[in-house]
């Protein structure tokens, strides 16, 4: 494993470079070089899910100052678990990094999901361990954070089961979501959505689709209930 290219490509210099090769050593590889003494990453794995699940956090509660507890948990589930490392490890090319045993090459280890995820969050321990946590945040932050646009929240968020839950506990509300308005060609479309709570609380969202539309009123209605019971 090249780590002057890892540095190069992260601008950044580590100071225990075994310690960084071992965040993209496989067990599979250990297995196949024994007499190596080598580690593989499990441990790190261990590790960076933690460091990434506080540094996630501290991301949420700034960026998100009208979301109650309750929301920013599920944002925080959505954007740590194995779909999203998986997603931000391909994007940072992490994969021609690891170190892999034969076995595990030919059938594709290279490309598993669950695989890469665990890559993400070993790589995540070693820079934790290697620099500290400043620069472990000053890493995602670059890196990482950037490609968790308002588009992907919106998936990776349903503010539309979150409204939902929250008129809930209000047993005599009701809601309702309506296409206000729809234009542009039909490669290009562009709906508005209103959602109506209690038949006087009302919230618009616009959206390349219906339910897109009908998410984003979701979200700002969801911010107007939760500034009006003071929850920020």
Known sequence: MNVAKLEQKFEMTFNNKKLIKQAFTHSSYVNEHHQSHLADNERLEFL??????????DYLYHKYETLPEGEL???RASIVCEESLYYFAENLYLQNFVLLGKGEERTGGRKRQAL?????????????????????QMFLEKWVFPLITDDVLLHMMDYKTALQELVQEKTNHSLV?????????SHAKQFTARVTVNNNERATGTGKTKKEAEQQAAKKMLVQLNKRHGKR
């Open 116 to 136: 890469l995820a665990d890559v993400f969050e070993a790589f995540l321990g070693a820079i934790y361990l290697d620099q500290g946590i400043a620069i472990s």
């Open 177 to 185: 979501y309506q296409i206000i308005s729809e234009s542009g060609p």
């Open 48 to 57: 960076g899910d933690a460091v990434l699940e506080l540094l996630v956090s």
């Open 73 to 75: 948990t599920k944002f």
